[in-house]
Structures are given as C-alpha cells and as structure tokens.
Nanobody, 129 residues
Framework: QVQLVESGGGLVQAGGSLRLSCAAS????????MGWFRQAPGQEREFVAA????????FHADSVRGRFTISRDNAKNTVYLQMITLKPEDTAVYYC??????????????????????WGQGTQVTVSS
C-alpha cells in the first residue's frame, strides 16, 4: 500500500508563495491519478487540483486557477502544488490524495473526493492579512 506525506505548509502573508510536496512511498504512484484537496475550519473538504498519471492533463479549481499549479515528478515519486499570490481564504489543511484505478480523467471524476482511495495526513497553510 502507498503512503503519502505532505510537507511545505506554514505561515505566510497575503500575496506570498508556498510550494507543497506530496512524497509517496511503499510503491510507485506513476500509474495513479493524483489530487490536492483542502479543508478550512468549519468547512467541507473541497477540490483544489488534480493531475493525470503522466502529467499531460491537469485540473484546477476556479478559486485557484492562475495562482496554483499542480505538477508531478514520477522519477521522484512526488507531486507538488505551487501556490502564489496567496489569499487569507486559502487558509486550510491541504491533503494529497491518490487514485490507483484507471478512471476517466474528466472534471466530474477528478473533483470528487470519494474517487480517491489513499490520503495523506495533511499540511497546514495559514495566510494572514
């Protein structure tokens, strides 16, 4: 079974940048759909971004498009989320997730959290004004 560990979260002022990493171990994730989700206090978990197995197709939520970029390095078994121009409303725990089944990479599929079967513990991102 794969284990996912997020890192790179922290405190940053509005307008700043962070890069989150999701390091996988136990097996290769080169055949997995990978995604990032986030959950703010008192809020439901929401989709942030997703990337296909070879990195050829990406999806980003409307709220982060143009500011966040998902990428992957299969040689390093790692997925990244580059975040720029951060806003206070980006404050949340960010989770990395993996889907090992060969699902179609449509917007409906990749934005649904129950389609992912492996999750990391999360990393806190706090953006101050």
């Amino acid at each position: 079974q794969v284990q996912l560990v997020e890192s790179g979260g922290g405190l940053v002022q509005a307008g700043g940048s962070l890069r989150l990493s999701c390091a996988a171990s136990g097996r290769s994730i080169s055949s997995d759909l990978m995604g990032w989700f986030r959950q703010a206090p008192g809020q439901e978990r929401e989709f942030v971004a997703a990337i296909s197995r070879n990195g050829g197709t990406t999806f980003h939520a409307d709220s982060v498009r143009g500011r966040f970029t998902i990428s992957r390095d299969n040689a390093k078994n790692t997925v990244y989320l580059q975040m720029i121009t951060l806003k206070p409303e980006d404050t949340a725990v960010y989770y990395c997730a993996a889907q090992s089944q060969p699902l179609r990479i449509t917007n409906r599929v990749v934005t649904t959290d129950h389609n992912y079967d492996y999750w990391g513990q999360g990393t806190q991102v706090t953006v101050s004004s």
